[in-house]
T-cell receptor, first 118, second 115 residues
């Protein structure tokens, strides 16, 4: 185990549903990430939170809404998704050196949530 | 801009033979380089990283990687492959000189080790 947990592990939802993915890290890290992993495509960075502030949003559709209430928890709220949003959603965390102004250290990943949109 | 290339979609090797999974990168400054492994229905697991210092980096499960600045490569190697090494391997890079950036991942290479 990497110290990063994700729930649920599997989720099937209709296009009109609202659901949330949860990530929790037990490593004392100060940065958290959401990635989307689709078949035959590179890992896509969706959102980055550093010190509970969103620092990156890579042109993700508004039907995905992240929330980071504290440094240990990260949520991804989902609503009116499309079938092409079906993928493995991965959460990661890292301990970043604030003075460096960038992200230097190793990211540790959770097991992912396998999302299927019908 | 930073980028990573993993030129092989799949690498096949017999158990006991040495393995190499290739990675080349492009950054404008100095690179931080990482290798991750992903087993079926699991998240990515960190294997090793190069930040600075010795060009040969040793990591988990007997894997190692060699940083070659002139060839902008960071190939993953293991002297003797195991069937249990069969998995998807990702190389990632960050430009250490950019001031701010996150990791860019390659598309992944599937390693299949046959008994």
């Amino acid at each position: 185990e990497t110290g990063v947990t994700q729930t649920p592990r599997h989720l099937v939802m209709g296009m009109t549903n609202k659901k949330s993915l949860k990530c929790e890290q037990h490593l004392g890290h100060n940065a958290m990430y959401w990635y989307k992993q689709s078949a035959k495509k590179p890992l896509e960075l969706m959102f980055v939170y550093s010190l509970e502030e969103r620092v990156e949003n890579n042109s993700v559709p508004s039907r995905f809404s992240p929330e980071c209430p504290n440094s240990s928890h990260l949520f991804l709220h989902l609503h009116t998704l499309q079938p092409e949003d079906s993928a493995l959603y991965l959460c990661a965390s890292s301990q970043e050196a604030e003075a460096s102004g960038g992200f230097t250290d190793t990211q540790y990943f959770g097991p992912g949530t396998r999302l299927t949109v019908l | 801009a930073q980028s990573v290339a993993q030129p092989e979609d799949q690498v096949n090797v017999a158990e006991g033979n040495p393995l190499t999974v290739k990675c080349t990168y492009s950054v404008s400054g100095n690179p931080y380089l990482f290798w991750y492994v992903q087993y079926p229905n699991r998240g990515l697991q960190f294997l090793l990283k190069y930040i600075t210092g010795d060009n040969l980096v040793k990591g988990s499960y007997g894997f190692e990687a060699e940083f070659n600045k002139s060839q902008t490569s960071f190939h993953l190697k293991k002297p003797s492959a195991l069937v249990s090494d069969s998995a998807l391997y990702f190389c990632a890079v960050r430009d250490a000189s950019s001031g701010y950036s996150t990791l860019t991942f390659g598309k992944g290479t599937m390693l299949l080790v046959s008994p």
